[in-house]
């Protein structure tokens, strides 16, 4: 969807409030990647130039990777949202994470999974073993990140 003219909360810890240093700021122009596809949902991404620039206090450093063949089978990430929680719809009002397992994308693509809609080029699949613990609803378009310490590498999105 297009977000021209809205604004967002940015750097929000308490979803949809302007607590805790987040602000809200205009976006004043969007990128969608060049080669999103609608009906797969391939590159579903795009970037969004803000009004203004946001400056954070955080010790925590964030950096981008732009290589999908860097996260390897087995690794731990964390995915980060204020996604549902339970099956039932219940949601926390605060940023919250979890840790999951990179898996390999033959494994993803059985049929009993997501029956080949996993897509190597640019997609990976990430979980825990038995379930339990995962992304929701909502939670799309967050962060999966690699942390060791305080730099956190974000090494994908969640679809």
């Not at 021209?4 to 700021?25: M, Q, R």
Request: some cysteine.
């Amino acid at each position: 969807g297009s977000f021209l003219g809205d604004e967002i909360l940015v750097s929000a810890y308490e979803e949809g409030e302007d607590t805790y240093g987040a602000v809200w700021v205009k976006v004043v122009a969007q990128k969608l990647h060049p080669q999103f596809d609608e009906d797969s949902l391939r590159n579903d991404f795009s970037l969004l130039k803000l009004q203004k620039s946001v400056k954070f206090d955080t010790d925590v450093e964030l950096t981008i990777s732009d290589d999908r063949k860097n996260v390897k089978n087995g690794e731990s990430l964390v995915v980060l949202g204020v996604g549902d929680t339970d099956e039932d719809g219940d949601r926390s009002r605060f940023l919250r994470d979890v840790t999951v397992q990179a898996i390999a994308t033959s494994t993803c693509n059985q049929k009993s999974w997501y029956d080949g809609d996993v897509y190597d080029s640019s997609m990976f699949c990430a979980g825990v073993s038995g379930g339990g613990k995962d992304s929701c609803q909502v939670d799309s378009g967050g962060p999966i990140v690699r942390r060791n310490g305080n730099k956190h590498v974000q090494v994908g999105l969640v679809r």
